[in-house]
């Protein structure tokens, strides 16, 4: 049809999207391909576990970012296979051929080697598991409400996280809001705020990329809010009856996982070396060793940064990658100079922890408290994809702000709620 | 544990959540039974289907919306039987003694007798039947685009709605904005202007309970629209292939099922007579013949208007029942004299085709065009819930009304999409 370059782009997260928007510059011929129809605002999925946001509200159709760009195509398939010989990438049965493949296609949960947990304990990546993950937390409550033994009541009311990082502090201070707050008088036969959140940490400290002032701060506020704080405790198992930490069986029904990522894809559809975490060793240009018109960004990417740290699996660093390697094809295609290597620039990290209480840390600048939890939000609005998005988030939380309610308390899901009774 | 009057209500639509509001002001000890955990407001949930609004803006929690009122429990199971000697009602393997109760249980989609069409014609009763269908059209468009022969292309760019009640045209109509408009310059294999939208109806028109002017002029829109018309043509067949209409095999992936309606549970429970849709027959206070404590509500009720008609399935109908059953329930608790019989008060019919175009039907009142059309969004608005959730949906309305784009055009669900390849 075209003799243009073509550029196949594998997955439409920060990378691959920031990578399109920059080449939709050049005189490319570019395909995106996804298994999914949204890209998705990841940063925000937790509030969408606890009921505070709609899906809809954070993830928008790929092919409605790029309607303006004729150059840009969208493929709703999943990459199985990479033929770098023959120039094709293989999605669906069908082949793509491509003058340059970009590989941008995120990580998964890792359960280090334990994959048998996961059913136990969703993790926190897609839409449906924001979604299974809510029908989770909500049916638990419900359950109590109904249940006839004590002993039941209090193992549907105990809610346990694992993993310490920004994703389980924010799940266990959102989780406490909502038991403690907003669910808080909407029952007659269980007390809400009775629920016991856990959060569980094999390290030594919450937030470890973070100053340990800020992990301090982190630990106090959670605290505050009622979650127990389990650290250096790696958990040894995990069942459809609870977790076991250390010697303790911790008897619940709603295991949240954000302790690990693994990437998947890249590495074994090339058939090179990869780290511990599936991350493919790249360049100075981020294309791969030996297959210089083969690129891997964001977290499928191992990039060192300040001589030894590994470039952190967050949205800046993925969109700088995207457009880094887009700027690299436009230079090869159109005979350019190619830009230097590839340099991180670390802008900063936020989590938030509860109402009022977040971290920052911008390196020199760093931030706790009422403040940092207004910037977090601003900064976050600021990045939704559009005005739409962003008044609708700030209109659902403004009125959460204001009322102490949570607007998407909604229990879906294809399966049936009652037949088999299951949880 | 206490020994107030017990009311169960099984159901929390629009005739369950009315009847509720009534009896907070008795001295009553009420049970709300509901296999959701949320009220839907039903008349706008063809927009979920068709990517205009989420799921979490037409449904609430129920028990949110008791908050306040102490005396009235929400319990998150499904009623299964009744035992009317016992005054029992069993739901989740719980047993609910009951002194009045109140059977308000709504209706599902009949398919005349043929169950197997019902995995490729889903109806549109439930959320997740909203997604499922949401899905299905947005997965055609996309599995058109990666298609790679035009036969297939063509069958999955036909979509088919079956039944040319309000329901049926809201779809037919809203499917084909969603083609020719919101999806238009998305695509760049296929065109989604060519996509040929089908209104099937075995009857001789359109909104039958309309007057036959305004039926002739939803028709008129909907052809201006691009919808196809097809009456009286009873539909013979449908399966993963197609829907045959008459003689002729129209090959389709979406078919949508809004032809009929069915009611379960209330006659089976009782053991007493319906009618052909599942109806029970009520006395004159809606009570059940021979149980004067056992009142039926909303679409499971068979109760007759002006003479020979029956009462419509709709939300003023159920509200008025609701407060009805509930204002009779007091005047017994209270021993006061009994309402006068039960009289159904039609307030209008309202349907909206597209943009700018709906039909209202106040008897006397009548309106088409685009003043009907802002008149059928006003009261929409007025009746949702809370304002909250009045504002988010005026809000989405006013931006797609605005830039004729869709703001939910998700592709999930828990079923994944790629393996094994189904549709």
Redesign the interface.
């Known amino acids: 049809m075209t003799t243009k370059t073509k550029v196949i782009i594998a997955g439409a997260g920060f990378g691959g999207i920031a990578a399109a928007k920059r080449l939709a510059g050049c005189d490319a011929d570019v395909t995106i391909i996804d298994?999914?129809?949204?890209h998705l605002f990841q940063p925000l999925l937790y509030q969408v576990a606890t009921a505070d946001l709609?899906?809809?509200?954070i993830?928008?159709?790929i092919?409605?970012l790029?309607?303006r760009y004729?150059n840009i195509?969208?493929?709703?398939?999943?990459v199985t296979a990479i033929n770098p010989s023959a120039q094709e990438v293989v999605a669906?049965g069908?082949r793509y051929p491509y003058d340059y493949l970009i590989l941008a296609t995120g990580s998964g949960n890792s359960y280090f080697n334990h994959p048998e947990w996961e059913p136990d304990a969703p993790g926190l990546k897609r839409?449906?598991d924001a979604?299974?993950i809510r029908k989770r937390i909500?049916?638990a409550f419900?359950?109590a409400?109904?249940a006839?033994n004590p002993a039941a009541q209090r193992r549907l009311l105990n809610f346990v996280v694992i993993g310490g990082g920004p994703t389980g502090v924010e799940m266990a201070g959102a989780i406490a809001e909502l038991a403690k707050v907003a669910l808080a008088?909407?029952?007659?036969?269980i007390d809400p705020k009775a629920a016991r959140i856990v959060l569980v940490e094999a390290g030594q400290r919450l937030l470890a990329s973070f100053p340990p002032a800020l992990s301090q701060y982190a630990q106090s506020c959670l605290e505050q809010l009622g979650v127990e704080i389990a650290l250096g405790q790696p958990v040894q198992a995990i069942d459809t009856q609870g977790v076991r930490i250390g010697e303790t069986l911790l008897p619940t029904a709603t295991v949240i996982w954000a302790a690990g990522v693994k990437v998947e894809g890249p590495g074994q559809w090339l058939g090179v070396e990869t780290d511990r975490g599936g991350r493919v060793a790249v360049t100075a240009d981020l294309s791969v060793p030996n297959h210089p018109n083969i690129f891997v960004i964001g977290d499928a990417a191992k990039v060192i940064w300040e001589g030894e740290k590994l470039v952190p699996g967050l949205a800046p660093a993925a969109k700088q990658q995207g457009r880094y390697v887009a700027d690299v094809i436009c230079a090869r295609m159109e005979n350019r100079t190619a830009p230097p290597p590839f340099r991180y620039r670390h802008v900063g990290s936020l989590a938030t922890i509860g109402r009022n209480a977040a971290v920052v840390d911008f390196g020199r600048f760093k931030l706790k408290g009422w403040l940092a939890w207004w910037f977090w939000g601003l900064v976050h609005i600021y990045f939704l994809i559009n005005a739409?998005a962003a008044?609708?988030v700030l209109?659902?939380w403004f009125?959460a702000y204001l009322?102490h309610?949570k607007?998407?308390?909604?229990?879906?899901?294809?399966?049936p709620?009652?037949s088999p009774?299951k949880r």
Chains 1, 2 share one sequence.
């Open positions: 298994r999914r129809n949204y709609s899906p809809a509200d993830a928008w159709p092919r409605g790029f309607t004729r195509a969208v493929a709703l398939s999943e669906g069908r839409i449906i979604i299974e909500l049916l419900e359950q409400e109904i006839d008088r909407d029952f007659r036969h739409r008044t609708l209109l659902q009125w009322t309610k607007g998407a308390r909604l229990i879906t899901g294809l399966r709620l009652f009774p």
